[in-house]
């Protein structure tokens, strides 16, 4: 018996090695792979940062679109990669896993930027050169478009599955039943914003200065060559890695519960839930709630449930109180997973108006120029400043005033969707003074407005400390309060957040265009952002953002923690 328990000790219970035998604890795992598969993360946000902070400009100074136009380009593109990250979770959870997942969306990103440093190299693929101040300049056409709508959603499609899979493999590489990995996973885990923030901070400035000064072409091809290097980095890490088998599609799980409930509908609960049906280990049993009540009649065992075959009850017609509680646990996250929507609306502008705003400000140091794209440093230099803060000196505080390591993971939400809100006021104003020194010169023949770039930082700053806060705050909440088996997909519905935050800014962008229009003049989003209001559209999202804050602090007051055994939990 102490043989075997010395044999299980030197191996990961719930992993295979590359081979599929049990993996050896100390051959595979650890913190070396973990580092090989953070290289991919830090290169897919340089490709994707590199690309979506500096877009806007290549859209309306190259391909000479409308502001709003090239606005929601960005946005769609962005909202793409996130809601792709759906695709990638299903895909690795049911048919490839997760180290084939990456593998694969790796190498269609690396085609989707050698793509884009093709199309940004050749003449033909872009509109005749003019200057900015022609108000005859040529749009491009269908065709270029199209092959540049193809390359981005190429990069997307990329960007999507890699997210999905990066953070969950990483942890896959420690066990979280042994004290000394669990704690390994832990740092893993509150370094891994980190090293995202390293990728978008050496994007915003060393890649968008070669976007600006040497060529985007150039830029594009480094982000290729770049993920191509990773790429061959992750793969030398191959028999090195640990393997965690799928349980199957958690989407799957939860058509299933939701099919069973519908069909008893008309049954009725019993008067003691000890008689609702459930097959799960005790030491893996979730404890049945009150919440949700009507799917409780998925585990009512109805005549010929149990008969129909010696494997085991048909999963579309009975399912285990474990599997209806799971579903309910990832039914509790909507209401927060809804209100946090709006932050991301927030960033998408620092990403899009922010970046005009600072293209037509005076931008120089001495003799150098910032690039417009390159104000989101302060963005995220908030973001690494704010995490250090808080590691440092927030938490210790905390701990010795209220006795907790630091804020819960919606007080960090609350302070994110607080500080977003607050900087679409500040934004606001700011707006208000550069319009009114671009209205007290001649626009139409000077190049910039003579007000200098760093009055937006107070707006990048208080946005980005923003996400520092709301980032970390969702990924912490949407791990520890979903189902062991489900964490994939939690991450992924966290991942769509991001997504749809930034299709509202679309949908919100193309509203506010066309409302205010509508009586013939050129309206709060003029293509020209020195002739609108970009002022009032900024107030409309402090208005929203508000709003919206109060909604979320109702919902959170609301919310039913869930509280499992104590254990380390993980990116799964």
Known sequence: MMEQDEKMSLTVGDAVDYNGLPAERSKTGGWVPAALILGIEICERLSTMGIAVNLVTYLGGVMHLPSSTSANIVTDFMGTCFLLCLLGGFLADSFLGR?????????????????????????????????????????????????????????????????????????????????KEKAQMAYFFNRFFFFISIGTLTAVTVLVYIQDEVGRSLAYGICSISMFMAILIFLSGTKKYRYKKSSGSPIVHIFQVIAAAIRKRNMSLPYNIDMLYEDTPDDSRIRHTDQFNFLDKAAIVGEGDLKENTKGPNPWKLRSVTRVEEVKMMGRLLPIWATTIIFWTTYAQMITFSVEQASTMNRRIGNFQIPAGSLTVFFVAAILITLAVYDRIIM??????????GFSSLQKIAIGLVLSTLGMAVAALVEMKRLS??????????????????????????????????????????????????????????????????????????????????????????????????????????????????????????YKPHKPKPLQPGIV
């Not at 910039?448 to 990048?460: A, E, T």
Request: with cysteine; glycine share 10%.
């Open 396 to 405: 210790p505080v905390w701990n010795k005033w209220k006795g907790k390591t």
């Open 99 to 179: 180290y084939k997942t990456i593998a694969i969306f790796a190498v269609v990103q690396t085609l989707g930027t050698g793509m884009l440093a093709t199309i940004t190299a050749l003449p033909e693929l872009r509109p005749p050169p003019c200057h900015a101040r022609d108000t005859n300049c040529k749009e491009a056409n269908g065709f270029q478009i199209a092959i540049l709508y193809l390359a981005l959603y190429l990069i997307a499609l990329g960007t999507g599955g890699l997210k999905s899979s990066v953070s969950g493999f990483g942890t896959d590489q420690f066990d979280e039943k042994d004290e």
């Open 437 to 558: 020194v671009a209205k007290s010169v001649n626009t139409t023949t000077a190049d910039h407005v003579p007000i200098s770039v760093f009055l937006l930082i107070p707006q990048f700053f208080l946005v980005g400390s923003g996400e520092a806060f709301i980032y970390t705050g969702q990924l912490d909440f949407f791990i520890t309060q979903s189902p062991k088996g489900m964490k994939t997909m939690s991450t992924g519905l966290f991942l769509t957040t991001l997504s749809l935050g930034f299709f509202v800014s679309s949908f919100l962008v193309s509203v506010v265009k066309k409302v205010t229009t509508s009586n013939g003049g050129q309206g709060w989003l003029a293509d020209n952002i020195n002739h609108g209001r970009l002022d009032c559209f900024y107030g409309l999202l402090a208005v929203l953002g508000f709003l919206n804050l109060i909604i979320y602090l109702i919902c959170a007051a609301c």
